[in-house]
């Protein structure tokens, strides 16, 4: 049984750095093929794909906020990690993890976490 | 990147009726689109993945088709539970969603 979930710190003011934890099981990110991948949703709009980590460390980013993403993982732990820097109001957001595959896309995601950034 | 063009935003149905939702590609994307469902205050739930195969769980009345750069969605027989939003993926080339089709009951 596949699950996801991820944990963040609910509130924090502009300029400070937003560190993300998505924490799973019943896969591994050190099995061939597999990913986890981060997505954000403000309130009443649209999905925003952020960025994604593979089994081989591979990483890629939404080039309209590469500069301010880093992802990372934790394989012993199976824990993902996101951190977005410089927040501003615009990234106040329902922030959520999910696996990925190549052939599937985003399957299995977490229940999300709420992120308000606001001085 | 990849844009992806989802209509229409929002819909109106009647209890079984038939509804299809589009997204163009800005360019081909090799039949790697998914179908995501979501309803208020849930996370998205995968329904069909690579143009047309259901998920495991998927009702029949859901499909999908397309190739190229255009493909589409469809319900057939609309049920209350359908009602929600539904979304599009690419993840062809990087990853991105369509804007949304929010579905409401006429």
């Known amino acids: 049984q596949v699950t996801l979930k991820e944990s963040g710190p609910g509130i924090l003011q502009p300029s400070q750095t937003l560190s993300l934890t998505c924490t799973f099981s019943g896969f591994s990110l050190s099995t061939y093929g597999m990913g986890v991948g981060w997505i954000r949703q403000p309130s009443g709009k649209g999905l925003e794909w952020l960025a994604n980590i593979w089994w081989d460390d591979d990483k890629y980013y939404n080039p309209s906020l590469k500069n301010r993403l880093t992802i990372s993982k934790d394989t012993s732990n199976n824990q993902a990690f996101l951190k977005i820097t410089n927040v501003d109001t615009a990234d106040t957001a329902t922030y959520y993890c999910?696996?990925?595959?190549?052939?599937?896309?985003?399957?299995?995601w977490g229940q999300g976490v709420m992120v308000t950034v606001s001085s | 990147d990849i844009q992806m063009t989802q209509s229409p935003p929002s819909l109106s149905a009647s209890l079984g009726d038939k509804v299809t939702i589009t997204c163009q590609a800005s360019q081909n994307i090799n039949k790697y689109i998914a179908w995501y469902q979501q309803k208020p205050g849930k996370a998205p739930r995968q329904l069909i993945r690579?143009?047309?195969t259901l998920v495991s769980g998927t009702p029949s009345r859901f499909s999908g088709s397309g190739s190229g750069r255009d493909y589409s969605f469809s319900i057939s027989n609309v049920e209350s539970e359908d009602i929600a939003s539904y979304y599009c993926?690419?993840?062809?080339?990087?990853?991105?969603f369509g804007g949304g089709t929010k579905l409401e009951l006429k």
């Open positions: 993926l690419q993840y062809d080339n990087l990853w991105t």
């Open positions: 999910a696996r990925i595959t190549r052939y599937k896309g985003f399957d299995y």
């Open positions: 690579y143009t047309s």
